[in-house]
């Protein structure tokens, strides 16, 4: 399996981005996908994820009401789509996914067997 993530960038605060993170090397729509990042001097952070078909969505509380998570089973792509960026978000953001295990378990870094190489995603105040 192998993941590419895509779109991170320099916006102002307040601005927007959507990431996408292509999938190749297996059966996409097996795998529970994931968003985490990790900002200088700070432990990664699982951001959002989102089940096999997309029924089933988690989101930090840091970034509830400001950024959904989506997949396209069909384009073996996920997307996370940033509204209303602070400068805390500031960070590179990664990629994951996660086998089919019957029980998914978010913001588990440990459980995502695969990352992709990161994007960079800055917010300037």
């Known amino acids: 399996v192998q993941l590419q993530a895509s779109g991170g960038g320099l916006v102002q605060a307040g601005g927007s981005l959507r990431l996408s993170c292509a999938f190749s090397?297996?059966?996409?729509?097996?795998?529970?996908m994931g968003w985490f990042r990790q900002a200088p001097g700070k432990e990664r952070e699982a951001v959002a994820g989102?089940?096999?078909?997309?029924?089933?969505?988690y989101l930090a509380d840091s970034v509830k009401g400001r950024f959904a998570i989506s997949r396209d089973n069909a384009k073996n792509t996920v997307y996370l789509q940033m509204n209303r960026l602070k400068p805390e978000d500031t960070a590179v953001y990664y990629c994951?996914?996660?086998?089919?295990?019957?029980?998914?378990?978010?913001?588990?870094?440990?459980?995502?067997?695969?990352w992709g190489q990161g994007t960079q995603v800055t917010v300037s105040s």
């Open positions: 994951a996914a996660q086998g089919a295990t019957g029980r998914i378990y978010w913001s588990d870094y440990a459980s995502y067997g695969y």
């Open positions: 989102i089940s096999w078909r997309g029924g089933s969505t």
């Open positions: 090397g297996g059966t996409f729509s097996t795998y529970v």
